[in-house]
């Protein structure tokens, strides 16, 4: 049995993720660790590590003891929390991230997950279908880590042989769990004011596109990344991921579509200057040449998905 390991379950991505191997691979071949307890019923029926991964001797033991074939580094602190606390984002993003890729290099870990991200883009990269070589320019303390981790990666595997795989994310949406802390957040917030049928005031601009993605098919990706052989990773740096492409407005049409009365309002804070720096599109034609990636949910697809998952939720809690 291949043993996997999630570092920062508790997070939106790692509750999606931990729930997605526990039905494709067991409960038993997946445990989970994080700093607190992830408050997710179905996720905890993994065995649970508390962790705070920048304690690399703590880190270690639990690798040692659980003999983990795949581990998931997922601990970060987001972009928009990372510029209240640059330093301590920059602490924990990168500590956690050196110190999995120690125990990688020692070999406690046989194939190792990052998650890079469309922060390590900026002001000088282009807006539109960003390619995979493009230049990093990024703008935020998140981004910067991510900028420097992902040639941290490369340069484990140049000079240590380490098979580190990593994709950099668009804003991801999901129904499971808060977001936390990110400047795409507001994609997440608008379904579940939309299924209260209350009004939405979002946070950036009605016309700004950025690259989303639905967490299903965020997490295929990454399990289809981690699935494929060696052989086929050419870039170990991080694969651009890329889905689709929308405007805060282009969002409150489609949920109108279902949502009539849905209002929809507008006050750009300090987040829609970090928005207006990072590209609006993204070439992914890396991802699918080495590895097959191809996206699946569509903006109406995750519309429909978010609004009958979110108002099934509320229903129970109602009941």
């Known amino acids: 049995m291949v043993r996997r390991l999630v570092i920062g379950a508790a997070g939106q991505l790692g509750i999606e993720l931990v729930l997605r191997m526990q039905k494709e691979f067991g409960v038993e071949s997946v445990d989970i660790s994080d700093i607190r307890v992830p408050e997710n019923d179905a996720a905890m029926r993994s065995k649970f590590l508390h962790l705070d991964a920048t304690d690399e001797g703590a880190l270690s033991k639990i690798l040692e003891e659980g003999q983990y074939d795949e581990v998931y580094h997922l601990a970060a ?22 110190n999995v890729l120690e125990a990688a290099k020692e070999g406690l870990i046989k194939r190792l997950f990052w998650p890079s991200s469309i922060a390590v883009f900026g002001p000088s990269t282009p807006k539109n279908r960003v390619p995979q070589d493009a230049p990093l ?7 910067i880590s991510k900028q420097a981790g992902e040639f941290w990666c490369r340069y484990y595997h140049e000079k ?3 098979d580190v795989r990593s994709v950099r994310y668009p804003g991801l949406i999901g129904h499971r769990s808060v977001p936390g802390g990110g400047t795409t957040d507001y994609a997440v917030d608008i379904y579940h004011f939309a299924a ?3 009004p939405y005031t979002c946070f950036l601009k009605a016309d700004q596109a950025l690259p989303m993605m639905y967490m299903d098919d965020a997490v295929r990706g990454t399990l289809e990344l981690m699935g494929a052989p060696k052989s086929k990773i050419t870039v170990r740096t991080s694969y651009n991921l890329g889905a689709m492409s929308f405007t805060p407005s282009e969002v409150g049409e489609s949920i109108r579509q279902q949502r009539p009365q849905f209002e929809l309002r507008y006050a750009p804070d300090q987040r829609q200057a970090i928005a207006a720096s990072w590209p609006s599109s993204i070439d992914d034609s890396a991802a699918n040449r080495d590895w097959g990636w191809q996206p699946r949910i569509t903006i109406d697809d995750m519309t429909s998905l978010m609004l009958d998952a979110i108002s099934t939720k509320n229903e129970t809690f109602e009941h």
Do not use: R
């Open 196 to 198: 209260k049928d209350e």
């Open 77 to 98: 602190m987001l972009s928009a929390t990372g510029e209240k606390k640059p330093l301590a984002a920059w602490d924990l993003n990168m500590q956690s991230l050196l």
């Open 160 to 162: 240590y042989g380490v």
């Open 137 to 143: 320019d990024p703008t935020t303390v998140y981004g």
